[in-house]
């Protein structure tokens, strides 16, 4: 996979892995990409699941919140 969405709750930890992540292996927009990583918590994986309805994209969700 080449094309990776990386998008991020607020907290400094997810801000914080975006960085990261992106910086390693690039970021692209979310409607361009064959796969999107959400980095936080299971309220920011939710809401990027919902985000995506109807679009065939997988989403992978990375831990990166601060509850539970």
């Known amino acids: 996979v080449s094309k990776i969405a990386f998008v991020a709750a607020q907290q400094p930890e997810a801000q ?13 927009p979310a409607d361009a990409a064959e796969v999107i990583v959400a980095l936080g918590g299971d309220g920011f994986m939710l809401e ?14 990375m831990n990166r919140g601060t509850v539970g």
């Open 16 to 28: 914080e892995a975006l960085k990261h992540l992106a910086h390693r292996y690039g970021n692209i």
């Open 48 to 61: 990027s699941l919902h985000g995506a309805i109807g679009s065939g994209t997988p989403i992978y969700g």
